[in-house]
Structures are given as structure tokens and as C-alpha cells.
């Protein structure tokens, strides 16, 4: 067969297999390697916690930023959209770009900063832009009254009242209450980030108070127009703020990780285990067992030499899956038969070893968990987190591409 024969049945063979799509119903072919399963009743359940926090009129706009978490944008935006939920933050026009191609409905605010020549897709994908600062909305406002458009281009003022990251300080009151004025542009919200609503130190609590009270200070100013941005919606709660810093006058909140069941750190996810529930599990196929004698080696650098018979399997997720290579010394573990396998060796970049002798029954084809439960054992991202000195949004964002996403 030559090559030019190859190549055509090639093609053909890919056109017509049958690739699962993302978040459809779990096939035999989207779990044969390593996958995330996400739990639409966890999410749910979040949802409604969360929502139980708030304000009555207080509207949830998910941050489903960075590929939801890891989870899966298009498939947990689906979900919040059948919920009736029609806001949601992203952190870049790419990312509004996906979920629109995804059929994802309602409001898509981006809460990054967006170059001028990316202006063009806030219109064809009608996404709405954050204000980085006066410049940048003098910026949109030029766009936006360039081009011949049928209704002003909508967008959320950022106001930076500490975290000195994004948004035009809240001093410039007259600044900001200009932007309100400029000719293209439609002021739909305007909003805040706390930077340390997640401490429970004295220190913490007294920044995000004053953030919070300029942040009310700025609202009331008698420079905007009808003495309050009227039309403007005001939010300023990430997770941490809306579980710590309960507030009567927001209309909306941007919850991430505590949406997925999460939160940054272990303890903190411990604290919250009876009203959160994660929403991610990570699991993959077990490849091969293989038997070691004391003195032999698994692995690169020899890392890891058994000191007994030992039985080790290889399981087929790695570090190119979002897995931290320095798991390998954190004393982490796979789930098998309900049971704890000590990770041995380097994890590698598709692959990974596990100890298995105290597990005599795993076969080639088991499905080991990295995140999540079986049978009596559990392990959680933000404990994974810890153990490699990060924090569980960081852990969950790095879950890559190769990663099938299951809705159950
Ligand atoms: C990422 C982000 C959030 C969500 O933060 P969590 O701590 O995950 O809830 C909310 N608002 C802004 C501006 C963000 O960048």
C-alpha cells in the first residue's frame, strides 16, 4: 500500500468514527483512557446554596473562566442555562467566543482586559467588556461610536478599591461617573475584587471591609447620573465573599470555585464539606501490572526502587493532563478497588505508576480515581492541592485538553 492509499483511508477512518462529543452521555470509547466526570446534582446543589446566601433579587453570574475550572465550560454553562441562570463571567473574548459556539445564552462578561482590535468580536459574539480604566473606556467608546452599530455596546465599570489589579480607582468619582456619560457605550454594572476576603485574620478583615465601604462610597456618589448608576448592576463577591461578607445591596455575585464545590485550601473545603459538594471527578484506566523484585527500579532517574516483591500498575494520566509532576514526592495516591495505591516514582507526562500490592486483585483495564470517590475512600483536589503547595483553583485550571468531560 502506498502512502497516498494510507492516507485516504486514514481520513475516512476519522471522518467517520465517532468521536463523543463533550459532556454527552458516557461511552465506552470517552472513558478509555483518562476522564473527568462532572456531577450535574453536585452542581446544582451548589448552585442553590449559594443562591440561598444572597439577596433574594441577587442574581448568580458563574465564573466559568479557564474552562469552567477544568470542568468543562460548555458543559457546565449548558447546565447553569437549563437552571435559568443567564450571566456568566469569563476571563477573555476567546473564552466568550467558546461558549457561544456552544449555543451558551444570556450574558457573557469578560472580566479581562481586551485590546482594541479584539472590539470587533465584543460585537459579533455579543459578549460584554469589562472597563479596565478611564482609558480603556474612552478606547471603547471611540470603537463603539466608529462603527456603525444599532445600540451602545454594553459594558461593566471596573473599580479598583485595593487590589490594584484592574480597574479605575475608587477616588476617580467624577472619572468614573464620566464613563457613565460617553457616547457608544451602555454602563449595565459596575463592580469590585476583593483580594483578601478569603482571610480570617484581623488584617484581612479590616481591607476587605474598607474595599466594600469604598466600594458603597463610590455608588453613592452624587456625580453619576440619577444619583446611583441606575441602570448598572453592582457586584463584588468572589466565593469567599459571598460565604464571609453577606451584603444586602448587590445584584450579583461571581462565584468560581465555590460553584465546583471547593474551596482554595483543604481546611477551608472541610469547613464548608456539609454544604459544598465537589463537582469533579478525575479518573483513568489502568494499563499494565507489573511484578518488581527488591533492588529493581520503576520509572525515570530510578527514582523509586522496591525494598520487597512489589506490584506496581501503571495508570494513563500524567503530568500533560494538568496532573503536577510534583505530586511524585507528595506522598499522593490513586484510588483501586476502593483502596488506597501510594503514587511511586516521577509522574510522567502520560502516565503514572502506582503501588499495588496490597491490591493483588487490579487488572489492566481498572479504573483508578486521582479525584474523587470509591467505595469507602475519597480523595479531594484541594487536598491534592496542598500536597503539591498550590491552591485547588490552580490544581483544577492546569486539567488539560486530552481530558474527556462526562456529564452524569
Ligand atoms: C476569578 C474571579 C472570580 C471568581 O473567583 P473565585 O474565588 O473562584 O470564586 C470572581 N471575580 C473575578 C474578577 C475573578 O477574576
Not at 435559568?84 to 476567546?94: D, L, N, T, W
Request: charged fraction near 15%; glycine fraction near 8%; hydrophobic fraction near 40%.
Amino acid at each position: 500500500m502506498n502512502t497516498v492509499e494510507l492516507h485516504a483511508i486514514d481520513r475516512n477512518n476519522f471522518e467517520n468514527s465517532p468521536k463523543p462529543l463533550s459532556g454527552t452521555a458516557p461511552t465506552d470509547a470517552s472513558r478509555s483512557r483518562a476522564w473527568i466526570e462532572v456531577s450535574r446534582d453536585a452542581l446544582r446543589h451548589n448552585v442553590r446554596y449559594l443562591q440561598s446566601l444572597l439577596p433574594d433579587h441577587c442574581a448568580l453570574m458563574p465564573v466559568v473562566k479557564a474552562n469552567a475550572y477544568g470542568h468543562g465550560a460548555g458543559l457546565i454553562a449548558a447546565e447553569l442555562n437549563r437552571m435559568g441562570i443567564r450571566s456568566f463571567c469569563v476571563a477573555c473574548v476567546s473564552e466568550g467566543i467558546e461558549l457561544r459556539r456552544q449555543h451558551i445564552s444570556g450574558e457573557l462578561l469578560v472580566l479581562g482586559y481586551t485590546h482594541p482590535d479584539q472590539f470587533p468580536l465584543l460585537d459579533q459574539y455579543a459578549l460584554t467588556q469589562t472597563v479596565v480604566d478611564h482609558a480603556h473606556a474612552l478606547a471603547l467608546s471611540a470603537y463603539a461610536c466608529s462603527a456603525s452599530r444599532p445600540s451602545p455596546l454594553p459594558v461593566h465599570i471596573a473599580v479598583d478599591t485595593g487590589m490594584h489589579r484592574l480597574g479605575e480607582p475608587a477616588e476617580h468619582a467624577a472619572r468614573i461617573g464620566e464613563i457613565f456619560t460617553l457616547p457608544g457605550l451602555q454602563v449595565t454594572g459596575m463592580y469590585t475584587h476583593l483580594a483578601a476576603a478569603g482571610g480570617v485574620d484581623a488584617a484581612s478583615q479590616s481591607f476587605t471591609l474598607e474595599q466594600i465601604n469604598s466600594f458603597y462610597r463610590l455608588a453613592a456618589q452624587t456625580c453619576f447620573p440619577g444619583n446611583r448608576p441606575v441602570r448598572a448592576r453592582l457586584h463584588l463577591q468572589a466565593s469567599y465573599g459571598i460565604l464571609r461578607y453577606p451584603l444586602p445591596d448587590v445584584d450579583c455575585a461571581r462565584p468560581g470555585i465555590a460553584l465546583y464545590g471547593l474551596l482554595s485550601n483543604a481546611a477551608d473545603t472541610r469547613l464548608y464539606a456539609d454544604r459544598l459538594r465537589p463537582v469533579l471527578s478525575l479518573r483513568a484506566r489502568v494499563a499494565a501490572i507489573h511484578r518488581l523484585s527488591p533492588g529493581e527500579s520503576a520509572g525515570y532517574d530510578m527514582a523509586y526502587t522496591a525494598t520487597c516483591p512489589t506490584a506496581i500498575a501503571t495508570v494513563t494520566i500524567g503530568y500533560a493532563d494538568g496532573l503536577p509532576r510534583s505530586l511524585s514526592e507528595g506522598g499522593a495516591a490513586v484510588l483501586l478497588h476502593g483502596q488506597r495505591a501510594p503514587i511511586i516514582g516521577r509522574i510522567c507526562m502520560d502516565q503514572l505508576l502506582a503501588d499495588v500490592t496490597a491490591i493483588p486483585q487490579t487488572r489492566p483495564g481498572d479504573i483508578a480515581t486521582l479525584i474523587g470517590r470509591d467505595g469507602p475512600e475519597s480523595i479531594s483536589a484541594a487536598g491534592l492541592a496542598d500536597a503539591c503547595g498550590t491552591i485547588t483553583n490552580e490544581l483544577l485550571s492546569c486539567l488539560g485538553p486530552r481530558l474527556e468531560r462526562l456529564a452524569l
